[in-house]
């Protein structure tokens, strides 16, 4: 099922930087630095002298979403197996490691304290994901910066647990980057499952940090997921929206994955 077409409006964009609030000094350190990052993977746009990412339109991105354990991670290593597909998994290995500490764990077990720093990290993590030059004509990606700021950060907020100046200061700079950075997604592909469903698999996986996960929790989060991209309620969707049930044991799951490979890979 298809529930919504909408694409593009964010494709844009890293502005020349003109800021009246950045001295020039660091204007220019800011250009040298991005020049030197994106040079060879952008190119200046003719219109809105804006940059874009080179032989961005004939190219295309796919996010792969769902509640914690809906099985992204099978989805993708299916996936991988095809021709002419880059596949990126989501980096939780960095989430649990960052120069030998680990966030995630730390947010999960002191959410107020440690929710900013661990989606700081999140967020640095999956922007680069995004930014990064495509390998291969189609991408998949595990999750988005989107459901890392609509899903999670929103939760940790609405449940109480993150405070406001931290909320804040987490959405001016989720805010800024998709303004001003080029974050083009052609599709998104929402494995629906039940809250219990990936109660079940996460019990199962044992993920060391999971372990403090209550029902509660995933259902929050499927929830927030509902609003956004069934329901289209809460937040912008930066893609059409692929919904595939996903509560089913793994070979059912492998079939409808084959099932939909039309579907997911034209998604240009
Ligand atoms: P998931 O994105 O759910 O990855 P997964 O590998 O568990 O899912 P699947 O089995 O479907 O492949 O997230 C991994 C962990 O990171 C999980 O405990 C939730 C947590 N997390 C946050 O706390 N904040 C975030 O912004 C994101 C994206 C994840
Ligand atoms: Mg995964």
């Known amino acids: ?71 992204k991670t099978t989805c993708l290593e299916y996936f991988s197996k095809t021709s002419d597909i880059e596949v990126l998994t989501e980096p939780v290995s960095k989430w649990r490691n960052v120069q030998g500490c680990n966030p ?12 900013l720093t661990l989606q700081t990290y999140v967020q640095l993590t999956m922007l680069d994901q995004h930014v990064s030059p495509m390998t291969a004509p189609i991408r998949m990606m595990e999750r988005s910066i989107y459901s890392a700021k ?19 200061v987490l959405s001016e700079w989720f805010e800024w980057i998709i303004k001003n950075i080029s974050l083009p997604v052609d599709l998104i592909v929402y494995l629906q499952t039940s809250p219990q469903t990936c109660h079940e698999r996460l019990k199962q996986r044992c993920r060391e940090e999971e372990k403090v996960i209550p029902l509660e929790y995933l259902e929050s989060i499927h929830n927030l997921y509902e609003d956004w991209l069934i329901h289209q309620k809460s937040f912008h969707v930066p893609a059409p929206v692929l919904v595939i049930p996903a509560d089913h044991d793994l070979k059912k799951m492998l079939h409808q994955f084959e099932e939909n490979r039309e579907k997911i890979l034209m998604a240009r």
């Open 150 to 168: 609509y899903i999670f950060v929103e939760n940790l907020y609405k449940s109480g647990k993150m405070p406001e100046v931290d909320f804040a």
């Open 104 to 115: 995630l764990g730390l947010m999960y077990q002191d959410p107020t304290r440690w929710g």
């Open 1 to 71: 099922m298809i529930v919504n077409s909408f694409k593009g409006l964010c494709r844009v964009v890293l502005p020349l930087y003109s800021h009246k609030s950045l001295s020039t000094n660091i204007l220019v350190r800011h250009r040298a630095a991005l020049g030197k990052h994106l040079l060879g993977h952008w190119r200046s746009s003719t219109s809105h002298g804006k940059l874009v990412r080179n032989g961005e339109g004939k190219k295309s991105v796919i996010c792969l979403e769902g509640n914690i354990a809906s099985g």
